[in-house]
Nanobody
Framework: QVQLVESGGGSVQPGGSLRLSCAASGRTFTSIAMGWFRQAPGKEREFVAAISWSGGNTYYADSVKGRFTISRDTAKNTVFLQMSSLKPEDTGVYYC????????????????????WGQGTQVTVSS
């Protein structure tokens, strides 16, 4: 079992920055692949970013590429999502997800590939 707790959400003006954190506990942190998803009101949950077990591979949705950075701190059992140049369309509930990968370098972009989910943290981008 893996427990995930997100934090760092809030309200910010367009062009601003936020850093989300996801603290993992339970299974050894280094053996799980992680990802971030988001869901806007009235829309389906969508992929944002993913990072491999090894931390060596990352993948981003086209809509956030160049603005968001996913990273992990193994010592702190935490994965981060640094969000910059935020836009109103980035508004939504952001969820952290984890899964046991087949290979250490695997990243996953589909929600059903993930077994464990956090409770979500709200991000609002508005002037």
């Amino acid at each position: 079992q893996v427990q995930l707790v997100e934090s760092g959400g809030g309200s910010v003006q367009p062009g601003g920055s936020l850093r989300l954190s996801c603290a993992a506990s339970g299974r050894t942190f280094t053996s799980i692949a992680m990802g971030w998803f988001r869901q806007a009101p009235g829309k389906e949950r969508e992929f944002v970013a993913a990072i491999s077990w090894s931390g060596g591979n990352t993948y981003y949705a086209d809509s956030v590429k160049g603005r968001f950075t996913i990273s992990r701190d193994t010592a702190k059992n935490t994965v981060f999502l640094q969000m910059s140049s935020l836009k109103p369309e980035d508004t939504g509930v952001y969820y952290c997800a984890a899964t046991i990968p087949k290979y250490s370098g695997d990243v996953y972009v589909i929600a059903y590939a993930y077994t464990y989910w956090g409770q979500g943290t709200q991000v609002t981008v508005s002037s």
